[in-house]
C-alpha cells in the first residue's frame, strides 16, 4: 500500500484509504453516516446550518497545502477519513515489541485494550461539540463565530477518524462501539461522556477560549501520544489530526489573549490600576483579570484529571504493548522499554506532598501530564507579557497540581491554589478566590451578546492581531441566515 496524499471525493465520505474499493467499510460508513447527519442537525441551532460558513476543508494529507478555504453550509460540510502518509518501514517504537514492523492490523490479544483507547478518544470529540452547541448565539464576532464552528466541523472528523477505525478493524463490536458515540452525550444522565471534563458546560465565550486552550491540548498530549503506536492506522490518524488540532489552540490563546488586551486597554482609559478594583473595573464592560485566573484554574484543574492516575497499571500496559508511547517518543534518549527506569510522582503521605520514584512504566501518564503542563505554561508567559505590556501588576499563574482534583492522589481532599492542605473553613472562604463563583458567571453571562456586524466586535475582547486566510478586517466570515 502506498501513501495516497490527495484525498479522493468519489464516495459519500471524502477519503484517502481507499473507500471506493473497500465495500465492506464503506457500507458501514454509510449506514453510520444518517445517524452522524441527525445528530449534528439536532444539535446546533437552524438558523446557523443554514448560514454559509467560511471554513476550510482537507484537500491533502500534505503539510504545506492541506486546506482549501471556501463558504460552505455545515451540514454540507465533507467530513472524511483523512490518515497521514505512510511512513515506509515504521517500526513500532516502545514497549516489548520496540523495533519490530509496525502493526497494518490490530494483534489479537491487544484488541480489547486497543478499542478502548480509541472508544475513549472518539467519546471526546462529539463531547465538545455538544458542549459548545449554544455559543454561536452570543458570538462576539462573525470571526469568532467562524472559528468555533471550524473546530465543531473539525472535532466531528476526528469523531470520524475513530468511527473509521472502529468499522474497519474491529468487525461487530467495533460498530456497536460506533453507534454507543452517537449515543451518550455531554452532561446526560442516563448515559453522559466518558470522562469528566467533557460532561462540564461551557457557558460562555471565555469558557470556551480557556476550553480550546487547556482541554484541546490534552487532545493534542493524547494524541501525540497515540500517534506513536505501533499500531500504524491509528498512528497516522492521529498524525493528521494534530495538524488540525494545532488552530484548536491558537483559537484558545489568541482569544484569552484578547480578552486580556482588552480589559487592560479597558482599565489604563479609564486610569485604573490596581487589578483588584472589580466592581470600576466591570463598569467597564470587561472582565476583571482575576475573574480570568478563576477561570484558568478550573479549566486548567479539570484537564489535569484528564490524563487519568499518576501511577497507573493501564497506561504501563498500553506503553509495554506499544499501543501508546511517551510524548516525543522517538526523540527520548533511551532504551524506550523502561523496564529498570524510574519516575518522579507526587504522592500524599499524613497530609503533605511526598515525591517518590516509581517504575517509569507506571508513571506513563504522569510525564505526559508533566509534558502537558510544560506545554501550557507558554501561553500563560504571553498573557503575561501583554499585561506586562499595559503597565499593569498582575500575573496570571498555573494553579498547583493538587488543587481541585478529582482524579488521582489529590482528589477531593482540600488543597488550596498554592498546593497546601487548609482545613474546611479555610478552603470555603478561599474557593470564591479561586473558582469563579455564581456571581462571576451572571457578570460573564452579562456580556454575552451577539455582535454579528461584519469587522466588528463585542466590548470584552480586542480585535484579533491576524485574520483567517489574509482576509480583510471586515469580512464576512459567516453569511447569517437570520430566520
Ligand atoms: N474521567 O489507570 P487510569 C481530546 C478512569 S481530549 C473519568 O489512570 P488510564 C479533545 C479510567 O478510564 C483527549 N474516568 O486509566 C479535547 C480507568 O477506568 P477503568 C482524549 C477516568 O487508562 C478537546 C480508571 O479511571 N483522549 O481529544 O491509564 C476537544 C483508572 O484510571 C478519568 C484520550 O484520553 C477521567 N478523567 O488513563 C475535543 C486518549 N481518568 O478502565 C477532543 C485515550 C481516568 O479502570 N485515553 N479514569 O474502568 C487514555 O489514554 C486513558 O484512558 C486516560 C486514562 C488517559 C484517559
Ligand atoms: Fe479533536
Ligand atoms: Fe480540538
Not at 468487525?171 to 460506533?178: K, L, M, T, V
Amino acid at each position: 500500500m502506498s501513501a495516497i496524499e490527495n484525498v479522493s471525493y468519489d464516495t459519500l465520505i471524502p477519503n484517502n484509504v481507499g473507500l471506493s474499493s473497500d465495500r465492506r467499510v464503506l457500507k458501514a460508513l454509510e449506514k453510520w453516516h444518517p445517524g452522524y447527519i441527525n445528530w449534528w442537525n439536532e444539535l446546533i441551532p437552524q438558523k446557523f446550518q443554514r448560514s454559509p460558513v467560511y471554513l476550510r476543508t482537507a484537500v491533502s494529507v500534505d503539510p504545506k497545502g492541506w486546506a482549501k478555504f471556501d463558504y460552505v453550509k455545515m451540514p454540507e460540510y465533507r467530513w472524511g477519513v483523512l490518515l497521514a502518509p505512510q511512513v515506509e518501514g515504521r517500526k513500532i517504537p516502545c514497549g516489548e515489541h520496540a523495533g519490530e514492523p509496525a502493526w497494518q492490523e490490530v494483534p489479537g490479544e491487544y484488541r480489547a485494550l486497543m478499542r478502548r483507547l480509541i472508544v475513549i478518544q472518539g467519546d471526546t470529540e462529539p463531547a465538545s461539540v455538544e458542549q459548545q452547541k449554544h455559543l454561536a448565539l452570543t458570538a462576539p464576532s462573525l470571526y469568532d463565530m467562524r472559528n468555533l464552528f471550524q473546530i465543531n466541523v473539525e472535532e466531528g472528523r476526528h469523531l470520524w477518524a475513530m468511527v473509521y477505525l472502529l468499522h474497519k478493524y474491529f468487525g461487530a463490536d467495533g460498530r456497536d462501539e460506533a453507534d454507543d458515540l452517537l449515543r451518550r452525550s455531554s452532561g446526560s444522565e442516563e448515559a453522559p461522556r466518558m470522562l469528566g471534563a467533557f460532561n462540564e458546560a461551557t457557558p460562555d465565550w471565555l469558557s470556551f477560549f480557556m476550553f480550546t486552550y487547556f482541554t484541546d491540548r490534552d487532545g493534542k498530549m493524547q494524541l501525540e501520544s497515540l500517534a506513536q503506536s505501533g499500531f500504524d492506522p491509528l498512528s497516522r490518524t492521529c498524525r493528521f489530526m494534530l495538524t488540525e488540532e494545532a488552530h484548536h489552540m491558537f483559537v484558545g490563546e489568541t482569544g484569552v489573549g484578547r480578552i486580556i488586551e482588552r480589559t487592560c486597554e479597558a482599565m489604563k482609559a479609564a486610569g485604573i490600576d490596581d487589578p483588584y478594583d472589580i466592581e470600576r473595573i466591570r463598569k467597564l464592560g470587561v472582565i476583571d483579570l482575576p475573574t480570568i485566573q478563576k477561570k484558568l484554574n478550573l479549566h486548567y484543574t479539570l484537564s489535569l484529571d484528564l490524563f487519568g492516575q499518576e501511577v497507573s497499571t493501564n497506561a504501563a500496559n498500553a506503553f509495554n504493548a506499544g499501543i501508546k508511547g511517551r510524548y516525543m517518543e522517538t526523540r527520548i534518549d533511551d532504551d524506550h522499554k523502561l523496564n529498570h527506569a524510574t519516575y518522579r510522582v507526587a504522592g500524599l503521605e499524613n497530609g503533605h506532598i511526598v515525591y517518590r520514584d516509581v517504575p517509569a512504566l507506571t508513571a506513563i501518564n504522569m510525564r505526559l501530564r508533566d509534558d502537558y503542563s510544560k506545554d501550557a505554561a507558554g501561553g500563560v508567559g504571553r498573557w503575561n507579557k501583554i499585561i506586562e505590556k499595559a503597565g499593569i501588576k498582575f500575573e496570571m499563574k498555573l494553579p498547583h497540581e493538587a488543587f481541585n482534583r478529582k482524579i488521582g492522589v489529590f482528589a477531593n481532599q482540600q488543597f488550596d491554589i498554592d498546593g497546601k492542605l487548609v482545613d474546611g473553613a479555610t478552603y470555603d472562604r478561599g474557593l470564591k478566590d479561586w473558582l469563579p463563583t455564581h456571581a462571576d458567571g451572571e457578570y460573564i453571562q452579562s456580556l454575552m451578546k451577539p455582535n454579528y456586524e461584519a469587522g466588528q466586535y463585542a466590548s470584552w475582547i480586542a480585535a484579533p492581531k491576524v485574520s483567517i486566510d489574509n482576509k480583510p478586517g471586515d469580512f464576512e466570515y459567516v453569511k447569517l441566515h437570520m430566520t
